[in-house]
T-cell receptor, first 113, second 114 residues
Framework: KQEVTQIPAALSVPEGENLVLNCSFT??????LQWFRQDPGKGLTSLLL?????REQTSGRLNASLDKSSGRSTLYIAASQPGDSATYLC????????????FGGGTRVLVKP | DVKVTQSSRYLVKRTGEKVFLECVQD?????MFWYRQDPGLGLRLIYFSYDVKMKEKGDIPEGYSVSREKKERFSLILESASTNQTSMYLC?????????????FGSGTRLTVV
């Protein structure tokens, strides 16, 4: 059974520092991996989608890498801002489970001004 | 942009009431999903649907049912609401494919059962 882990569960950094968020998964048979952002009391906003054949995706200050063989993805947020404070969730779409995502527990990020 | 719209942001219902949570998507997605999210438990799949009138149980279907009469609309029904169903409910949709597309989520419905 696929398991997705995000460590640390919480992270606090000063404004301007780069953020590095980790996601690991146990089964490398995946279609894709998706990073989401969730603000308190809100829904999930998709940040980046990486196909299983890709190594990385970039959008503005965000860069996500994928190493499928080792079961790892990393989300980098450059030059963090207080507005980046949120919970970040990664989710994998297992090849064996159709369209059902498996989520990590999330990393809660606080960027201090 | 794909939009997934949940009809209510906040709901307060009484124990024993029948509750309907509505979700509509505007991009002709075949797949639709209902999750609930609780502190410490993460997101848990309640039900999902691959097509109109088709539904499958997720990980925690007890106490819930669903309806999908039209492709764009997926309703979650709490037959007799209980306090342990107080939670954040999230709807999502995606295309049927081999992972070329991601999931799109709605803004969530915070349900409180008193």
């Amino acid at each position: 059974k696929q398991e997705v882990t995000q460590i640390p569960a919480a992270l606090s950094v000063p404004e301007g520092e780069n953020l590095v968020l980790n996601c690991s998964f146990t089964d490398s048979a995946i279609y894709n991996l998706q990073w989401f952002r969730q603000d308190p009391g809100k829904g999930l906003t998709s940040l980046l989608l990486i196909q299983s054949s890709q190594r990385e995706q970039t959008s503005g200050r965000l860069n996500a890498s994928l190493d499928k063989s080792s079961g790892r993805s990393t989300l980098y947020i450059a030059a963090s801002q207080p507005g980046d404070s949120a919970t970040y969730l990664c989710a994998v779409r297992p090849a064996a489970a159709g369209n059902k995502l498996t989520f990590g527990g999330g990393t809660r990020v606080l960027v201090k001004p | 942009d794909v939009k997934v719209t949940q009809s209510s942001r906040y709901l307060v219902k009484r124990t024993g009431e029948k509750v309907f949570l509505e979700c509509v998507q505007d991009m002709d997605h075949e797949n639709m999903f209902w999750y609930r999210q609780d502190p410490g438990l993460g997101l848990r799949l309640i039900y999902f649907s691959y097509d109109v009138k088709m539904k499958e149980k997720g990980d925690i279907p007890e106490g819930y049912s669903v309806s999908r009469e039209k492709k764009e609309r997926f309703s979650l029904i709490l037959e007799s609401a209980s306090t342990n169903q107080t939670s954040m409910y999230l709807c999502a949709s995606t295309y049927v494919d081999r992972g070329l597309y991601g999931y799109t989520f709605g803004s969530g419905t915070r349900l409180t059962v008193v």
